[in-house]
């Protein structure tokens, strides 16, 4: 029964560390999606960046080409030939001065109508025929056009860190009219090759950086997250246990007071007239005495009525166990009339008791007659433990706040499975007993706010350890 409303319990909670895992995934993948779609449009604006870059080399590359080659000379020469070697030299010059320390990898210079190389870096594809392909096709339409060239495997374009990747740009050289005003006249065709690889490079390492950090920060969450629902589920189930356990307590408790009336009601009545036959079997030995000695029938009655009526009495001081009247007294004087009164039994059945005290015991305040019964409730069991003898050990000490005691018998202890049902009432090994002896000892120690527990020792036999507080006031204010 308890299973299953323990599972009830803990269900609701199981159901929000579900949504809480799997919103923390749904974060991390959005996050991992988020970071490869910001990658590709820093790619998307670094590419942008590189064609403007381009754009603007070539505008100012047109410019000198027109002012420093074209014009001087066209007026020295009469027209321009790059395979005159003064020409080209000049050429080189003017181009190699004007992309001095930008990133240009490669630089082409195509003859606008016949698609040949007439001018490089690379001298050794000056001549080439239909090197241009479509870039050279749409420049020679006016139009400024770009392509990515990428090498590398697979994986390394599909993850965007090819090994090689540049930027080829195509775009019309064309004829300036005087304060820089370009026409429609080509002079040629230039093709600039730029190398982007450590742009993107640098671009992948940031991307690699973030999903790493993303991914230790998530992975931190989920560290802390199971921790806290580890956590939370023990405290929950914790809860839902001793919620269970009272509630069983307190349906226990009602059963045993609608008992303990009913014991109580019916103890009552049967102590009334329990009297009147033990007074009349007293009477009838008195009258059977004179007649016939030897007849033992009223000493039997008056003996079993004695046993009933103690009987009765534990029935009614377990099930109405009155308020201790608080005095000031100490543990040790009780437990030593204890001792006193049982001197005789003790020696009959062989055992011995040890008393040890520490010193400067403080006084409590308790019930003396209600001390005085229960630890004679305790030390009487602690002797029928030990059928053959033994030793009982009690040792008192404590604070300015609790006083408490150890009773150690040498018994054969308790059975593990009967532990739990020690306190039960009515619950008893022995073949005489009510089964409320050790209900009514807890009745009294808890009623003077203290505590009494069994637990078997390790190397032999069973402890009782009773607390009591010095203070009943503090107590009962804290």
Request: net charge neutral; glycine share 6%.
């Amino acid at each position: 029964m308890s299973a299953p409303s323990i599972e009830e319990r803990i269900k609701p909670f199981r159901l929000v560390k579900y949504f809480t895992f799997t919103g923390l995934m749904v974060i991390f993948l959005v996050t991992v999606i988020l970071s490869v779609l910001n990658t590709h449009w820093v790619r998307a604006i670094q590419r942008k960046n590189s064609e403007d870059y381009a754009q603007v080399l070539i505008e100012n590359l047109n410019h000198q080409i027109f002012i420093q080659v074209v014009v001087p000379v066209g007026l020295y020469y009469g027209e321009i030939k790059l395979s005159n070697r003064d020409v080209f030299e000049r050429m080189d010059n003017v181009v190699r001065g004007t992309l001095h320390s930008f990133k240009v990898e490669a630089l082409n210079i195509y003859n606008p109508k016949k698609n040949i190389i007439t001018y490089s870096f690379d001298r050794d594809v000056i001549g080439r025929k239909n090197f241009g392909g479509t870039g050279f096709e749409q420049a020679q339409a006016g139009k400024t056009n770009s392509k990515l060239i990428q090498r590398g495997n697979f994986f390394q374009i599909m993850f965007g860190f090819p090994k090689e990747i540049r930027l080829v740009t195509f775009a019309p050289l064309l004829w300036e009219q005087p304060l820089g005003r370009k026409t429609d006249d080509l002079v040629g065709i230039i093709e600039i090759v730029q190398d982007l690889s450590e742009d993107y490079k640098s671009i992948f390492q940031v991307q690699i950086l973030f999903v790493l950090i993303c991914t230790i920060l998530m992975g931190s969450l989920f560290v802390v997250l199971v921790f806290v629902v580890k956590r939370g589920e023990g405290i929950i189930e914790k809860r839902a246990l001793e919620r269970l356990r009272l509630k069983e307590r307190l349906s226990r408790a009602e059963r045993l007071s609608a008992l303990g009336e009913m014991a109580a009601g019916i103890s009552h009545e049967i102590r009334n007239p329990l009297g009147i036959i033990r007074s009349s079997a007293e009477l009838l030995k008195k009258k059977v005495t004179a007649i016939d000695p030897a007849n033992s029938i009223p000493d039997i009655i008056i003996e079993e009525s004695t046993r009933l009526n103690g009987i009765i009495t534990d029935f009614i001081n377990f099930a109405r166990p009155r308020s201790p009247n608080l005095r000031p007294c100490r543990i040790e004087d009780v437990l030593e009339k204890n001792i006193t009164y049982l001197q005789s039994q003790i020696q009959e059945s062989g055992c011995n008791i040890q008393k040890r005290c520490a010193h400067s015991l403080p006084e409590i305040m308790a019930d003396t007659d209600m001390l005085y019964q229960s630890f004679l409730n305790i030390l009487i069991n602690a002797m029928q433990s030990m059928p053959s003898g033994g030793s009982i050990a009690i040792d008192i000490f404590g604070d300015d706040k609790t006083v408490t005691v150890h009773f150690d018998d040498e018994g054969e202890g308790i059975p593990e499975e009967l532990v739990e049902k020690i306190w039960d009432p009515f619950f008893t090994t022995k073949k005489k007993g009510t089964g409320l002896g050790l209900g009514i000892v807890k009745n009294i120690i808890e009623s003077h706010g203290g505590s009494i527990l069994i637990a078997n020792r390790p190397e032999k036999g069973t402890r009782v350890t009773v607390e009591l507080p010095v203070n009943q006031n503090k107590m009962r204010d804290n």
